[in-house]
């Protein structure tokens, strides 16, 4: 079984509409992200919590939001989809670094692709 | 601000070695990530970086230089499966990774 898994792999909306995207994990991490890839851009981090009660705005956090219902889940909402967010959904989590709190590696869900008409 | 450059696409023969370099600039840095990431999939870790020099796993390898702002991915023995992304990633003064737009590599027979 996947460790990290998204919910829809696909979607396809029209503007205007709300849509939830679902991510679940069972490696027992604290620390939870969201991303977007568009093609020719970085990743880029769109929500993170570092744990149920700590959520925190990313580079791109407009138009978004989030909700950490438990350890194991973190859910990106659209709350009135466009166009331009059209792309590619990550979800990603990572564990404490280290006795400093230090970077660690991210582990990324398969993605969701997204098309707003 | 931070930046971070890579070439937007490399070729190379099956079997050779390729460098795929990443340069960055910013206020603060705790390491830099190189990550593979085939089409359509997510992207997988491949080596952490926190101190200048050469960290060797496998076929591939990494090397740092913090006081250039440069880092490489050297891949040796390229099999067709290489045929990926490679995103660079620095960790900024918070702790957040900034992401380069990656490197597509197109391995030939």
């Known amino acids: 079984d996947a460790d990290v898994t998204q919910t829809p792999r696909n979607r396809i909306t029209k503007t205007g509409k709300r849509i939830m995207l679902e991510c679940s994990q069972t490696k027992g991490h604290d620390r939870m992200y969201w991303y977007r890839q568009d093609p020719g851009l970085g990743l880029r981090l769109i929500y993170y919590?570092?744990?149920?009660?700590?959520?925190n705005k990313g580079e791109i956090s407009d138009g978004y939001s989030v909700s950490r219902q438990a350890q194991a889940k973190f859910s990106l909402s659209l709350e009135s989809a466009i166009p331009n967010q059209t792309a590619l959904y990550f979800c990603?989590?990572?564990?404490?670094?280290?006795?400093?709190?230090?970077?660690?590696?991210?582990?990324f869900g398969p993605g969701t692709r997204l098309t707003v008409l | 601000g931070q930046n971070i450059d890579q070439p937007t696409e490399m070729t190379a023969t099956e079997g050779a070695i390729v460098q795929i370099n990443c340069t960055y600039q910013t206020s603060g840095f705790n390491g830099l990530f190189w990550y593979q990431q085939h089409a359509g999939e997510a992207p997988t870790f491949l080596s952490y970086n926190v101190l200048d020099g050469l960290e060797e796993k496998g076929r591939f390898s990494s090397f740092l230089s913090r006081s250039k702002g440069y880092s490489y991915l050297l891949l040796k023995e390229l099999q067709m499966k290489d045929s990926a992304s490679y995103l660079c990633?620095?960790?900024?003064?918070?702790?957040?990774?900034?992401w380069g737009a990656g490197t597509k590599l197109i391995i030939k027979p």
């Open positions: 919590s570092f744990d149920v009660k700590d959520i």
């Open positions: 990633a620095i960790v900024d003064s918070n702790y957040q990774l900034i």
């Open positions: 990603a989590t990572s564990d404490l670094g280290g006795s400093a709190g230090g970077p660690r590696e991210q582990f």
